[in-house]
């Protein structure tokens, strides 16, 4: 272990207003850090990616710490402990945190969690990871959804929208999901159980909406916002809740988007719109990953995982969830998990 370099990838620069560049990254090995008294050394095995790492980028995401030019990128991962100064880990342990995009990070072990047994480890970044988490909070807790509702969501076939689709059909919705692409479209009724799907790509949305909704929208669950927010804005029923859970629509844009023009809507339809963050759930993250994982085994939520390899590739990772180029949990494959302790 002592010959092995940590290969990093750090900040360059601040991706404002525009697409991610490879330019907005720097690589770099380093020596391996030794842990001090409460810390542990890692090796990275999976990192996951989120669009809200662009924010973080940008330094515009107020509900996390600020970045700095030349930190290691931030990022959530799953690890295996190499070396430990500390007894709540042990060599061996596989664990998750913020690891950043690196090969070996040393942290304090008060900053990770033991990754629980019998449990697929990638899940834990993604359905039953944050990303489940906040398709569970989201809708039960900011859309209230009710048995007959009909539930619309944007970015559909995601991390988060698969699970916020497939949670809304067992609270007893007629779920239609938004998404791009016919592949994406066909997997969220074939394999997921929505009842229908509108192609925001080929279809008009508003048209879909009118004709698959005539009662209107009792719960919209949104990832995207734009032209997708405002058409499903213009399709509400009476006391819809709107629930604002991300805009990727807009994280390549120079500026906040003037407001969508039906919001309006809310006013006549005494509807309420409400974002939210998931962090705020933390403490209720156990009892939500349980439910989640007993829906698992009932076979009631599916999820796919898209595991792209190699940590040279973290950029072109991360721009893939831009591109839409992500089918599933984007997570990047960065080691062997047997090949870990050596
Ligand atoms: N509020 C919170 O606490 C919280 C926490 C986590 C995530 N989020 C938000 O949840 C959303 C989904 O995140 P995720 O991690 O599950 O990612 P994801 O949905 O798995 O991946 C992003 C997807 O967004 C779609 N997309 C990209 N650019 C788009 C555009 N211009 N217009 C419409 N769709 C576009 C693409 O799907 P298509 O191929 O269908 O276009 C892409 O696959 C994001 O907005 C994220 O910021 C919020």
Not at 301 to 316: C, R, S, V, W
Request: proline residues 5%.
């Amino acid at each position: 272990m002592k010959n092995d370099v940590n290969r990093q990838w750090l900040i360059a620069d601040r991706p404002i207003g525009r697409p991610l560049k490879d330019s907005d990254f720097k690589y770099q090995e380093t020596s391996l850090a030794q842990p001090d008294e409460g810390e542990v050394l890692l090796r990275t095995l999976y990192l996951s990616f989120d669009p809200a790492q662009k924010g973080w980028l940008e330094n515009v995401a107020n509900y996390v710490d600020p970045t700095e030019i030349g930190d290691v990128v931030r990022g959530s991962g799953i690890a295996q402990v190499i070396d430990s100064k500390s007894p709540k880990f042990k060599e061996g342990d596989l664990v998750s945190g913020l690891v950043g995009w690196q090969d070996f990070p040393v942290m304090p072990a008060s900053a990770l969690n033991k990754v629980p047994d019998g449990v697929p480890p990638t899940a834990t970044l993604g359905v039953l990871g944050g990303t489940g988490m906040t398709a569970y909070f989201g809708l039960l807790h900011v859309g209230k959804p009710v048995a007959g509702d009909t539930l619309v969501v944007s970015g559909a076939a995601g991390a988060t929208g698969s699970v916020v689709g497939q949670i809304g059909k067992i609270a007893g919705c007629r779920v239609i999901g938004i998404a791009g692409g016919a592949e994406k479209c066909t997997w969220i009724k074939d394999e997921l159980g929505f009842d229908e799907a509108i192609d925001y790509k080929n279809d008009s949305v508003r048209k879909r909406l009118k004709e698959l909704c005539p009662g209107g929208i009792n719960v919209m669950y949104d990832n995207v916002g734009g032209t997708v927010l405002n058409d499903c804005l213009g399709e509400i029923a009476m006391k819809a809740r709107v629930v604002i859970c991300g805009g990727i629509s807009r994280y390549e844009l120079g500026q906040l988007p003037a407001g969508p023009q039906n919001y309006f809507n809310l006013v006549f339809k005494r509807a309420t719109m409400e974002g939210f963050i998931v962090l705020d759930y933390t403490n209720q993250f156990p009892d939500a990953s349980r439910r989640i994982s007993q829906w698992i085994a009932e076979g009631k939520i599916k999820y796919k995982e898209d595991i792209q390899e190699g940590l040279e590739n973290a950029p072109k990772t991360l721009m893939r969830l831009f591109e839409g180029a992500n089918f599933g949990k984007q997570l990047l494959q960065v080691a062997d998990i047997t090949a870990a302790v050596t």
